[in-house]
Protein backbone atom coordinates (compact mmCIF):
# COMPACT_ATOMS: atom_id res chain seq x y z
CA UNK A 1 0.00 0.00 0.00
CA UNK A 2 2.47 2.38 1.02
CA UNK A 3 4.77 1.81 -2.24
CA UNK A 4 1.41 2.31 -4.45
CA UNK A 5 1.25 5.82 -2.48
CA UNK A 6 4.37 6.43 -3.43
CA UNK A 7 4.50 5.95 -6.60
CA UNK A 8 1.60 8.10 -7.21
CA UNK A 9 2.71 11.01 -5.35
CA UNK A 10 6.17 10.95 -6.65
CA UNK A 11 5.44 12.20 -9.75
CA UNK A 12 3.65 14.88 -8.08
CA UNK A 13 6.79 15.57 -6.20
CA UNK A 14 8.83 15.81 -8.64
CA UNK A 15 7.15 18.48 -10.70
CA UNK A 16 6.50 20.73 -7.78
CA UNK A 17 9.88 20.67 -6.95
CA UNK A 18 11.31 20.64 -10.71
CA UNK A 19 9.36 24.58 -10.38
CA UNK A 20 11.26 27.51 -10.57
CA UNK A 21 11.81 29.52 -7.80
CA UNK A 22 10.06 32.63 -7.17
CA UNK A 23 12.62 35.49 -8.08
CA UNK A 24 13.27 37.86 -4.91
CA UNK A 25 12.21 41.21 -5.01
CA UNK A 26 14.57 44.06 -5.65
CA UNK A 27 16.89 44.99 -2.62
CA UNK A 28 15.71 48.44 -1.10
CA UNK A 29 17.77 50.63 -2.69
CA UNK A 30 17.51 53.47 0.39
CA UNK A 31 15.89 52.93 3.43
CA UNK A 32 16.70 50.23 6.53
CA UNK A 33 18.69 50.57 9.52
CA UNK A 34 21.47 49.09 8.39
CA UNK A 35 25.37 50.54 7.55
CA UNK A 36 24.58 49.07 4.06
CA UNK A 37 21.23 51.43 3.69
CA UNK A 38 22.73 54.19 5.44
CA UNK A 39 25.52 54.05 2.68
CA UNK A 40 23.93 54.28 0.04
CA UNK A 41 21.49 56.86 1.74
CA UNK A 42 24.79 58.99 1.69
CA UNK A 43 26.08 58.31 -1.86
CA UNK A 44 22.66 59.84 -3.06
CA UNK A 45 24.00 62.86 -2.34
CA UNK A 46 23.48 63.68 -6.39
CA UNK A 47 21.02 65.36 -8.80
CA UNK A 48 18.18 66.56 -7.14
CA UNK A 49 18.66 65.27 -3.97
CA UNK A 50 22.03 67.19 -4.00
CA UNK A 51 19.98 70.47 -5.25
CA UNK A 52 18.00 70.36 -1.70
CA UNK A 53 20.42 69.18 0.72
CA UNK A 54 22.82 71.77 -0.38
CA UNK A 55 20.73 74.53 -0.43
CA UNK A 56 19.81 73.56 3.13
CA UNK A 57 23.01 72.74 4.29
CA UNK A 58 24.61 76.12 2.81
CA UNK A 59 21.74 78.37 4.82
CA UNK A 60 21.89 76.43 8.05
CA UNK A 61 25.64 76.43 8.27
CA UNK A 62 25.75 80.23 7.71
CA UNK A 63 23.03 81.26 10.72
CA UNK A 64 24.99 82.91 13.70
CA UNK A 65 24.08 80.88 16.35
CA UNK A 66 24.50 82.82 19.67
CA UNK A 67 25.51 82.50 23.52
CA UNK A 68 23.67 83.79 26.40
CA UNK A 69 23.27 84.15 30.15
CA UNK A 70 20.29 82.23 31.12
CA UNK A 71 17.78 85.22 32.98
CA UNK A 72 15.20 84.31 35.27
CA UNK A 73 12.91 85.30 32.44
CA UNK A 74 14.95 83.89 29.34
CA UNK A 75 17.87 84.53 27.87
CA UNK A 76 20.22 87.55 29.64
CA UNK A 77 22.88 89.25 27.85
CA UNK A 78 24.82 87.93 24.95
CA UNK A 79 27.88 86.22 25.55
CA UNK A 80 30.87 87.51 23.05
CA UNK A 81 33.96 85.23 24.70
CA UNK A 82 33.44 81.72 25.80
CA UNK A 83 34.82 77.73 25.94
CA UNK A 84 32.04 76.78 24.09
CA UNK A 85 32.24 79.81 21.13
CA UNK A 86 35.56 78.99 20.57
CA UNK A 87 35.08 75.23 19.96
CA UNK A 88 32.00 76.12 18.00
CA UNK A 89 34.25 78.34 16.08
CA UNK A 90 36.57 75.81 15.06
CA UNK A 91 35.62 72.17 16.38
CA UNK A 92 38.75 70.29 15.28
CA UNK A 93 42.00 71.35 13.32
CA UNK A 94 40.82 70.43 9.67
CA UNK A 95 37.27 71.83 10.05
CA UNK A 96 36.12 75.60 10.49
CA UNK A 97 32.75 76.24 12.36
CA UNK A 98 30.96 76.36 8.93
CA UNK A 99 31.97 73.42 7.59
CA UNK A 100 31.33 71.63 10.82
CA UNK A 101 27.87 72.67 10.39
CA UNK A 102 27.72 71.79 6.95
CA UNK A 103 28.58 68.60 7.31
CA UNK A 104 26.49 67.89 10.34
CA UNK A 105 23.11 68.78 8.17
CA UNK A 106 24.55 66.90 4.85
CA UNK A 107 24.56 63.46 7.04
CA UNK A 108 21.09 64.66 8.94
CA UNK A 109 19.75 65.06 5.56
CA UNK A 110 21.06 62.13 4.03
CA UNK A 111 20.58 59.79 6.59
CA UNK A 112 18.12 61.45 9.18
CA UNK A 113 20.84 61.02 11.89
CA UNK A 114 24.04 62.64 12.49
CA UNK A 115 26.65 61.95 15.22
CA UNK A 116 29.71 64.18 16.30
CA UNK A 117 32.42 62.74 18.79
CA UNK A 118 33.17 64.77 21.70
CA UNK A 119 37.21 64.52 22.47
CA UNK A 120 37.46 65.99 26.23
CA UNK A 121 40.72 67.63 27.68
CA UNK A 122 42.52 66.83 30.47
CA UNK A 123 40.07 68.33 32.51
CA UNK A 124 36.86 66.33 31.49
CA UNK A 125 35.69 69.65 28.96
CA UNK A 126 34.87 69.25 25.34
CA UNK A 127 38.27 70.15 23.54
CA UNK A 128 37.39 68.97 19.95
CA UNK A 129 34.26 67.84 17.92
CA UNK A 130 34.30 65.46 15.05
CA UNK A 131 31.59 64.13 12.85
CA UNK A 132 31.12 60.20 12.42
CA UNK A 133 29.93 59.18 9.52
CA UNK A 134 26.08 57.53 10.03
CA UNK A 135 27.59 54.62 7.67
CA UNK A 136 29.94 53.32 9.79
CA UNK A 137 27.37 53.07 12.21
CA UNK A 138 26.63 49.35 13.34
CA UNK A 139 24.21 50.07 15.88
CA UNK A 140 22.82 52.18 18.67
CA UNK A 141 23.17 50.04 21.64
CA UNK A 142 19.84 49.79 23.70
CA UNK A 143 19.72 50.64 27.22
CA UNK A 144 18.37 48.08 30.28
CA UNK A 145 15.71 50.30 31.15
CA UNK A 146 14.16 53.81 30.32
CA UNK A 147 16.84 55.06 33.39
CA UNK A 148 19.40 54.58 30.33
CA UNK A 149 17.59 54.19 27.20
CA UNK A 150 21.14 54.15 25.13
CA UNK A 151 23.69 52.35 26.79
CA UNK A 152 26.46 52.76 23.35
CA UNK A 153 27.03 53.59 20.44
CA UNK A 154 28.84 50.82 17.97
CA UNK A 155 30.66 51.72 15.08
CA UNK A 156 33.45 50.15 12.75
CA UNK A 157 36.99 51.79 13.13
CA UNK A 158 39.37 52.34 10.53
CA UNK A 159 41.12 48.97 10.65
CA UNK A 160 37.19 47.05 10.50
CA UNK A 161 37.04 46.56 14.28
CA UNK A 162 34.35 47.98 16.53
CA UNK A 163 34.80 50.37 18.48
CA UNK A 164 31.55 51.26 21.00
CA UNK A 165 31.72 55.10 22.77
CA UNK A 166 29.50 56.24 25.89
CA UNK A 167 26.68 58.17 24.91
CA UNK A 168 27.91 61.01 27.28
CA UNK A 169 30.87 61.01 24.17
CA UNK A 170 28.45 61.41 21.21
CA UNK A 171 26.55 63.94 20.41
CA UNK A 172 23.56 62.79 18.59
CA UNK A 173 21.06 64.37 16.26
CA UNK A 174 18.25 63.09 14.47
CA UNK A 175 14.84 63.26 12.80
CA UNK A 176 12.49 61.73 14.94
CA UNK A 177 11.37 58.62 13.01
CA UNK A 178 7.84 57.21 13.75
CA UNK A 179 9.09 53.38 14.08
CA UNK A 180 11.54 53.76 16.58
CA UNK A 181 12.94 55.96 19.60
CA UNK A 182 16.29 55.36 19.01
CA UNK A 183 16.83 55.81 14.81
CA UNK A 184 16.06 58.40 12.85
CA UNK A 185 14.15 58.97 10.11
CA UNK A 186 15.80 60.26 6.90
CA UNK A 187 13.42 62.72 4.41
CA UNK A 188 14.89 60.85 1.51
CA UNK A 189 13.62 57.61 2.56
CA UNK A 190 10.16 58.95 2.76
CA UNK A 191 10.80 59.81 -1.44
CA UNK A 192 12.95 56.34 -1.86
CA UNK A 193 10.62 55.72 -5.05
CA UNK A 194 11.17 58.90 -6.61
CA UNK A 195 14.80 59.13 -6.35
CA UNK A 196 15.06 55.85 -7.57
CA UNK A 197 13.24 56.68 -11.02
CA UNK A 198 15.58 60.27 -11.23
CA UNK A 199 18.57 57.97 -10.90
CA UNK A 200 17.28 55.57 -14.09
CA UNK A 201 16.22 57.98 -15.59
CA UNK A 202 19.37 59.86 -15.33
CA UNK A 203 21.64 57.03 -16.32
CA UNK A 204 19.56 55.90 -19.43
CA UNK A 205 19.51 59.25 -20.96
CA UNK A 206 23.64 58.92 -20.08
CA UNK A 207 23.74 55.40 -22.34
CA UNK A 208 21.60 56.75 -24.43
CA UNK A 209 24.20 59.01 -25.77
CA UNK A 210 27.35 57.04 -24.80
CA UNK A 211 26.27 53.53 -26.46
CA UNK A 212 23.41 54.51 -28.55
CA UNK A 213 24.61 57.36 -30.53
CA UNK A 214 22.02 56.72 -33.38
CA UNK A 215 22.30 58.66 -36.78
CA UNK A 216 19.61 60.33 -38.68
CA UNK A 217 19.29 58.98 -41.11
CA UNK A 218 20.72 55.10 -43.24
CA UNK A 219 21.55 54.90 -46.93
CA UNK A 220 20.32 51.53 -48.03
CA UNK A 221 21.46 49.73 -51.48
CA UNK A 222 20.73 46.38 -52.64
CA UNK A 223 24.09 46.17 -54.06
CA UNK A 224 27.07 44.83 -52.46
CA UNK A 225 29.88 48.02 -51.90
CA UNK A 226 33.57 47.91 -51.26
CA UNK A 227 34.70 49.24 -48.58
CA UNK A 228 36.65 51.83 -50.66
CA UNK A 229 32.97 52.57 -52.28
CA UNK A 230 31.57 52.71 -49.06
CA UNK A 231 33.90 55.17 -47.75
CA UNK A 232 33.40 57.44 -50.95
CA UNK A 233 29.79 57.64 -50.80
CA UNK A 234 30.33 58.46 -47.38
CA UNK A 235 32.53 61.27 -47.71
CA UNK A 236 30.42 62.92 -50.71
CA UNK A 237 27.29 62.79 -48.78
CA UNK A 238 29.06 64.11 -45.94
CA UNK A 239 30.17 67.17 -48.13
CA UNK A 240 27.30 67.52 -49.34
CA UNK A 241 24.86 67.73 -46.74
CA UNK A 242 26.63 68.12 -43.25
CA UNK A 243 26.98 71.81 -41.84
CA UNK A 244 24.23 74.77 -41.84
CA UNK A 245 25.89 76.13 -45.34
CA UNK A 246 24.56 73.22 -46.93
CA UNK A 247 20.34 72.83 -45.22
CA UNK A 248 17.75 72.05 -47.73
CA UNK A 249 20.02 71.24 -50.58
CA UNK A 250 19.01 68.57 -52.84
CA UNK A 251 20.85 65.89 -53.85
CA UNK A 252 21.39 63.08 -56.24
CA UNK A 253 21.83 59.23 -54.89
CA UNK A 254 23.86 56.46 -57.24
CA UNK A 255 24.50 52.63 -56.79
CA UNK A 256 20.98 52.10 -56.36
CA UNK A 257 21.10 54.22 -52.98
CA UNK A 258 18.15 54.81 -50.60
CA UNK A 259 17.40 57.06 -47.58
CA UNK A 260 15.78 55.64 -44.75
CA UNK A 261 15.15 58.42 -41.42
CA UNK A 262 15.18 56.91 -38.24
CA UNK A 263 12.20 57.84 -36.08
CA UNK A 264 12.47 58.01 -32.31
CA UNK A 265 10.21 56.32 -30.15
CA UNK A 266 8.03 58.29 -27.77
CA UNK A 267 9.47 56.48 -24.53
CA UNK A 268 12.27 58.57 -25.01
CA UNK A 269 10.48 61.81 -24.96
CA UNK A 270 8.75 60.75 -21.87
CA UNK A 271 11.40 61.06 -19.90
CA UNK A 272 11.40 64.70 -19.53
CA UNK A 273 7.84 64.58 -17.71
CA UNK A 274 9.04 62.05 -15.69
CA UNK A 275 11.84 63.79 -14.69
CA UNK A 276 9.77 66.76 -13.81
CA UNK A 277 7.75 64.44 -11.24
CA UNK A 278 10.49 63.15 -9.78
CA UNK A 279 12.32 66.33 -8.79
CA UNK A 280 9.08 67.68 -7.64
CA UNK A 281 8.66 64.67 -5.34
CA UNK A 282 12.19 64.66 -3.80
CA UNK A 283 11.99 68.73 -3.20
CA UNK A 284 8.57 68.32 -1.46
CA UNK A 285 10.13 65.41 1.08
CA UNK A 286 12.49 68.36 1.84
CA UNK A 287 10.35 71.25 1.68
CA UNK A 288 12.32 73.51 -0.70
CA UNK A 289 10.70 75.19 -3.16
CA UNK A 290 11.80 74.97 -6.95
CA UNK A 291 12.08 78.78 -6.85
CA UNK A 292 15.37 78.49 -4.08
CA UNK A 293 16.84 76.40 -6.60
CA UNK A 294 16.47 78.72 -9.83
CA UNK A 295 13.58 76.54 -11.51
CA UNK A 296 11.03 79.22 -11.59
CA UNK A 297 11.62 81.44 -14.83
CA UNK A 298 8.82 84.01 -14.03
CA UNK A 299 9.85 85.44 -10.46
CA UNK A 300 9.78 89.02 -9.53
CA UNK A 301 10.25 90.69 -6.46
CA UNK A 302 7.27 89.73 -4.73
CA UNK A 303 6.97 85.76 -5.42
CA UNK A 304 11.11 85.56 -4.92
CA UNK A 305 10.48 87.31 -1.46
CA UNK A 306 7.28 85.20 -1.13
CA UNK A 307 9.38 81.76 -1.44
CA UNK A 308 12.44 83.13 0.75
CA UNK A 309 10.34 83.68 3.30
CA UNK A 310 8.52 79.95 2.94
CA UNK A 311 11.86 78.41 2.73
CA UNK A 312 13.67 79.91 5.67
CA UNK A 313 10.06 79.68 7.57
CA UNK A 314 9.14 76.15 7.13
CA UNK A 315 12.35 74.37 6.18
CA UNK A 316 15.40 76.18 7.64
CA UNK A 317 14.11 77.29 10.87
CA UNK A 318 13.08 73.74 12.31
CA UNK A 319 16.14 72.34 11.56
CA UNK A 320 18.01 75.20 13.75
CA UNK A 321 15.52 74.17 16.19
CA UNK A 322 16.71 70.93 16.55
CA UNK A 323 20.08 71.33 16.03
CA UNK A 324 19.14 73.92 19.17
CA UNK A 325 17.82 71.55 20.92
CA UNK A 326 20.31 69.00 20.79
CA UNK A 327 23.05 71.30 21.92
CA UNK A 328 21.09 72.66 24.83
CA UNK A 329 20.31 68.96 26.05
CA UNK A 330 23.83 67.40 25.56
CA UNK A 331 26.22 69.84 25.67
CA UNK A 332 25.49 73.11 27.23
CA UNK A 333 25.40 70.58 30.85
CA UNK A 334 28.53 70.43 30.32
CA UNK A 335 29.72 74.11 30.86
CA UNK A 336 27.22 74.93 33.28
CA UNK A 337 23.07 75.34 33.52
CA UNK A 338 23.50 78.93 33.14
CA UNK A 339 23.64 79.32 29.25
CA UNK A 340 21.23 78.96 26.34
CA UNK A 341 22.32 78.69 22.32
CA UNK A 342 19.90 80.65 20.01
CA UNK A 343 20.14 80.88 16.55
CA UNK A 344 19.29 84.12 14.66
CA UNK A 345 15.94 84.28 13.05
CA UNK A 346 16.29 83.12 9.77
CA UNK A 347 12.83 84.64 8.33
CA UNK A 348 13.99 87.90 6.40
CA UNK A 349 11.22 90.49 7.34
CA UNK A 350 9.80 92.64 4.89
CA UNK A 351 11.64 96.02 4.32
CA UNK A 352 9.27 97.57 2.58
CA UNK A 353 6.26 96.77 4.72
CA UNK A 354 8.12 97.63 7.60
CA UNK A 355 9.18 100.77 6.13
CA UNK A 356 5.54 102.27 5.18
CA UNK A 357 4.46 100.88 8.99
CA UNK A 358 7.40 103.15 10.88
CA UNK A 359 6.79 106.46 8.46
CA UNK A 360 2.88 105.79 10.02
CA UNK A 361 4.16 105.53 13.39
CA UNK A 362 6.63 108.61 12.80
CA UNK A 363 4.06 110.89 11.15
CA UNK A 364 1.67 109.77 13.94
CA UNK A 365 3.82 110.77 16.30
CA UNK A 366 3.40 107.20 18.32
CA UNK A 367 6.75 106.55 17.56
CA UNK A 368 9.88 108.41 17.94
CA UNK A 369 12.91 108.73 15.99
CA UNK A 370 15.31 107.49 18.79
CA UNK A 371 13.05 104.42 18.84
CA UNK A 372 13.29 103.63 15.02
CA UNK A 373 16.83 104.14 14.83
CA UNK A 374 17.60 101.58 17.79
CA UNK A 375 15.18 98.73 15.57
CA UNK A 376 17.40 99.13 12.51
CA UNK A 377 20.54 98.67 15.13
CA UNK A 378 21.54 102.35 15.09
CA UNK A 379 22.42 104.62 17.73
CA UNK A 380 20.49 107.71 19.06
CA UNK A 381 20.74 110.98 18.07
CA UNK A 382 20.40 114.58 20.73
CA UNK A 383 17.30 115.46 19.01
CA UNK A 384 14.97 112.32 18.36
CA UNK A 385 13.68 111.98 22.36
CA UNK A 386 10.54 113.84 21.38
CA UNK A 387 7.70 112.33 18.80
CA UNK A 388 7.71 114.17 15.63
CA UNK A 389 3.91 115.46 14.45
CA UNK A 390 3.58 117.18 11.33
CA UNK A 391 0.28 118.54 11.74
CA UNK A 392 0.99 119.97 14.92
CA UNK A 393 4.07 122.19 13.44
CA UNK A 394 6.95 120.15 15.29
CA UNK A 395 8.24 117.89 17.82
CA UNK A 396 6.18 116.98 21.28
CA UNK A 397 8.27 117.16 24.32
CA UNK A 398 5.29 116.04 26.77
CA UNK A 399 2.98 112.92 27.22
CA UNK A 400 -0.53 114.27 26.78
CA UNK A 401 -1.47 112.16 29.87
CA UNK A 402 1.00 114.07 32.31
CA UNK A 403 4.93 113.81 33.24
CA UNK A 404 4.53 110.50 35.05
CA UNK A 405 2.31 108.08 32.46
CA UNK A 406 1.10 104.86 34.17
CA UNK A 407 1.73 101.29 33.32
CA UNK A 408 -0.45 101.52 30.29
CA UNK A 409 1.49 103.92 28.74
CA UNK A 410 4.84 102.29 29.46
CA UNK A 411 3.32 99.01 27.92
CA UNK A 412 2.68 100.93 24.88
CA UNK A 413 6.13 102.37 24.59
CA UNK A 414 7.50 99.15 24.80
CA UNK A 415 5.32 97.51 22.49
CA UNK A 416 6.39 100.22 20.10
CA UNK A 417 9.67 99.36 20.99
CA UNK A 418 9.79 95.45 21.07
CA UNK A 419 6.78 94.20 18.69
CA UNK A 420 8.52 94.16 15.60
CA UNK A 421 11.13 91.88 16.18
CA UNK A 422 8.90 89.62 18.29
CA UNK A 423 6.10 89.59 15.55
CA UNK A 424 8.89 88.42 13.01
CA UNK A 425 9.81 85.47 15.11
CA UNK A 426 6.10 84.18 14.81
CA UNK A 427 5.57 85.01 11.62
CA UNK A 428 3.00 82.07 10.16
CA UNK A 429 2.83 80.28 13.06
CA UNK A 430 -0.79 79.05 14.06
CA UNK A 431 -1.87 79.80 17.37
CA UNK A 432 -1.49 76.86 19.02
CA UNK A 433 2.03 76.74 18.07
CA UNK A 434 2.64 80.10 19.75
CA UNK A 435 0.77 79.66 22.70
CA UNK A 436 3.13 76.65 23.09
CA UNK A 437 6.22 78.42 22.66
CA UNK A 438 4.94 81.00 24.87
CA UNK A 439 4.19 78.92 27.79
CA UNK A 440 7.59 76.94 27.01
CA UNK A 441 8.83 79.99 26.67
CA UNK A 442 7.54 82.93 28.30
CA UNK A 443 10.38 84.76 28.88
CA UNK A 444 9.26 86.31 25.21
CA UNK A 445 6.89 88.55 26.47
CA UNK A 446 8.78 90.09 29.19
CA UNK A 447 10.41 92.66 27.21
CA UNK A 448 6.70 94.10 26.52
CA UNK A 449 5.31 94.46 30.11
CA UNK A 450 6.19 97.22 32.40
CA UNK A 451 7.97 96.67 36.15
CA UNK A 452 5.07 97.63 37.67
CA UNK A 453 2.01 96.14 36.23
CA UNK A 454 -0.79 95.01 38.29
CA UNK A 455 -0.70 90.94 38.18
CA UNK A 456 -4.35 90.88 36.60
CA UNK A 457 -3.42 93.31 34.35
CA UNK A 458 -0.27 91.37 33.41
CA UNK A 459 -2.40 88.05 32.64
CA UNK A 460 -4.68 90.29 30.35
CA UNK A 461 -1.76 91.59 28.57
CA UNK A 462 -0.24 88.06 28.18
CA UNK A 463 -3.64 87.02 26.76
CA UNK A 464 -3.61 89.52 24.55
CA UNK A 465 -0.66 89.47 23.16
CA UNK A 466 -0.47 85.76 22.83
CA UNK A 467 -4.15 86.43 20.69
CA UNK A 468 -2.09 89.18 18.60
CA UNK A 469 1.17 86.91 17.49
CA UNK A 470 -1.23 84.27 16.73
CA UNK A 471 -3.22 86.18 14.50
CA UNK A 472 -0.54 88.04 13.17
CA UNK A 473 -1.79 91.75 13.98
CA UNK A 474 -0.05 94.96 13.13
CA UNK A 475 1.55 97.24 15.54
CA UNK A 476 -1.36 99.64 15.59
CA UNK A 477 -4.38 97.02 16.31
CA UNK A 478 -1.96 95.67 19.25
CA UNK A 479 -1.70 99.36 20.91
CA UNK A 480 -5.62 99.73 19.94
CA UNK A 481 -6.35 96.78 22.38
CA UNK A 482 -3.97 97.86 24.86
CA UNK A 483 -6.41 100.99 25.31
CA UNK A 484 -9.39 99.02 25.20
Request: hydrophobic residues 45%; charged residues 20%.
Amino acid sequence: MTNWLSRIARPLLRRRLDLPPVPAGPPPFLGGSGPTGRARQLRAYQGWVFAAVNVIAHRVAGMPLRLYARAPQGPGPELTRHPLLDLLARPNPILTGRQFRFTLTTHLELTGMAFVLVADNALGRPAELWPLSPADLIEIVAGPDTRQPIAGFRFQGPDGAAVTYAPREILYFRHPSPWSLLYGASPLEAMAHAFDIDLAVRVYQRNFFRNAARPEVVLMTDQRLTEDEARRLLTRWNQKHQGLAHVFEPTLLDAGLKVQPLAYSARDFEFASLAGWTQDNILAAYGVPAGKLGLVKDVNRANAQGIDVTFNAECVRPRLELIEDALGAFLLPRYGRDLILRHDNPVPADRAQNHREAMALLDRGALTINEHRASLGRAPVAWGDAPWLPGLGGRRTGDPEGANPDWSAQAAGLVRRHWPGLAARFAGWSRAKVAAALEREPWLLAPLLPAQTPPAEARRLRAWLTSALAEDRDIEQVLQGLRA
